[in-house]
């Protein structure tokens, strides 16, 4: 089965922090997502990454940056945590091509205070 | 900008009912999919629908999708409780992002 880990489940940070969400993917998937969901809002695309070391802005790429320098992990990162970043995160990965699903972690439920 | 919006944003219906929801998308589409997601849980892909066809089914689902409307609907028969979750459509645009709409709560009550 394909597993896609998000290496937290919940996690509190003070405002100011620097906040890394990890996303491990082990079915060698091209491209791999940063989505932020919010209530009424759906999913927000924040990142997108089609390869290693590449990487596409999404809707709203403000206040976040990414890393990834393994093809299995794309990691998120909170330059300087606000509470207004506080919510839901879900990572996800596919194989590239058009008809492809994508397969999602469980979530990281990040409150900033 | 969200590229999907589904309609209703609530929908509760009794175990047993059919269920519809709906999605419309603003721009040229290669394929169209339906995501569920249980409460607080990442998302499952449910069913993939390409620009070239009009219906899908799989198990209690059918999805159809019509192009010149830009609209896609998911119907699950004969619902039962354990249906009960959010279901989203998905679109992949170009650089293969894949973006979602706002989604449906469904409840299915006993």
């Known amino acids: 089965d394909v597993k896609v880990t998000q290496s937290s489940r919940y996690l509190v940070k003070r405002t100011g922090e620097k906040v890394f969400l990890e996303c491990v993917q082990d079915?060698?998937?091209?491209?791999m997502f940063w989505y932020r969901q919010d209530p009424g809002l759906g999913l927000r695309l924040i990142y997108f990454s089609y390869d290693v070391k590449m990487k596409e802005k999404g809707d709203i790429p403000e206040g976040y940056s990414v890393s990834r320098e393994k093809k299995e992990r794309f990691s998120l990162i909170l330059e300087s945590a606000s509470t207004n970043q506080t919510s839901m995160y879900l990572c996800?990965?596919?194989?590239?091509?058009?008809?492809?699903?994508?397969?999602f972690g469980q979530g990281t439920r990040l409150t900033v205070v | 900008s969200q590229q999907g919006e589904e309609d209703p944003q609530a929908l509760s219906i009794q175990e047993g009912e059919n269920a519809t929801m709906n999605c419309s998308y603003k721009?040229?589409?290669?394929?169209l999919q339906w995501y569920r997601q249980n409460s607080g849980r990442g998302l499952v892909h449910l069913i993939l629908i390409r620009s070239n066809e009009r219906e899908k089914h799989s198990g209690r689902l059918r999805v159809t999708l019509d192009t010149s409307k830009k609209s896609s609907s998911l119907l699950i028969t004969a619902s039962r409780a354990a249906d009960t979750a959010s279901y989203f459509c998905?679109?992949?645009?170009?650089?293969?992002?894949?973006?979602f709409g706002q989604g449906t709560r469904l409840t299915i009550n006993p």
């Open positions: 721009t040229s589409i290669n394929n």
């Open positions: 998905a679109t992949v645009l170009l650089a293969q992002k894949l973006v």
């Open positions: 996800a990965s596919s194989f590239r091509g058009w008809n492809t699903e994508a397969f």
């Open positions: 079915m060698d998937h091209e491209n």
